[in-house]
């Protein structure tokens, strides 16, 4: 069943084109370059990758704000930022972690500390925040439109990235 799923998931382009071309048919207007140019694929992937680990930070908040009980003065809030397609951040205790995506092929990570005091994230454990500033998450494009995000060239395991973004947050904000 877990398989069926997956397939029927990633037929959503089969299903995309089958649309197009009713509206082409209808309009009189034919694109045929339009599937190679990869900024369409680009503006896509990245909202659902937002969408996805939107959805991710959203379990793990609830697990932890259920896990410290009735102490809602503690609890991590999740907002979603306005005039953005997809944009978020958590807030607690006057600290605010955003994730937005600057452009289709990037999207930023950020720490802001008392409404105005930008820093980013710890990477290792002697520094305090990360030296570089905003964290930066980009679409690598490959042979034949396929896009995987990476931080600092590497490829992202959503989860990992996830889990330590969100524990970063729960660290810094306890104080």
Known sequence: MENLNQNEAGTTWVEN?????????????????????????????????????????????????EYRGHQNSNHIKIFKISNTVNDFMLFRNSLRLIFARKANDLISIAFISNGKDLLAPRLQQEDRFG??????IRAHLGPFNKISWRFQGEPVDMHAMAKHYLTEFIKQSAQ
């Open 17 to 65: 084109l089958a649309i197009e071309e009713i509206n082409m048919s209808e309009s009189g207007v034919i694109d045929i370059h339009e599937h190679l140019n990869p900024l369409h694929f680009l503006e896509e992937s990245s909202i659902e990758f937002m969408n996805e680990l939107r959805d991710l930070i959203e379990l793990y908040v609830a697990k932890f704000n």
């Open 131 to 136: 030296s570089e500033g905003v964290h930066e």
